[in-house]
Nanobody
Framework: QVQLVESGGGLVPTGGSLRLSCAAS????????MGWYRQAPGKQRELVAG???????NYADSVKGRFTISRDNAKNTVYLQMDSLKPEDKAVYYC????????????????WGQGTQVTVSS
């Protein structure tokens, strides 16, 4: 069983910063991709940032220049540093990872964290 555990969400004022963390655990063979999605009330879930095992990153246009994704492979952890936060960044942020398990190392499967709430006050 694979589990993604998120932390770091909270309430911050406009212009403030937060750092989200997501640690993967379980019978992991390899992690090829880790990233972050977010979903605001009444809206579809959208990709915020992603990072491959090779170090390539991508960001939603709305967060470029403000958010930074990074990984600590030794800890199976991905981070999202969020700076210059805006009210429109308010959402539940979900960790996502593409993982091969020890039991089925030939199959990559997307796993999801439980979500962490980010609220930005005006």
């Amino acid at each position: 069983q694979v589990q993604l555990v998120e932390s770091g969400g909270g309430l911050v004022p406009t212009g403030g910063s937060l750092r989200l963390s997501c640690a993967a655990s379980g019978s992991i063979f390899s992690i090829n991709y880790m990233g972050w999605y977010r979903q605001a009330p009444g809206k579809q879930r959208e990709l915020v940032a992603g990072s491959t095992g090779g170090g390539s990153t991508n960001y939603a246009d709305s967060v470029k220049g403000r958010f930074t994704i990074s990984r600590d492979n030794a800890k199976n952890t991905v981070y999202l540093q969020m700076d210059s936060l805006k009210p429109e960044d308010k959402a539940v942020y979900y960790c996502n990872a593409k993982i091969r398990t020890v039991q089925m190392p030939h199959i990559e499967y997307f796993y999801w964290g439980q979500g962490t709430q980010v609220t930005v006050s005006s």
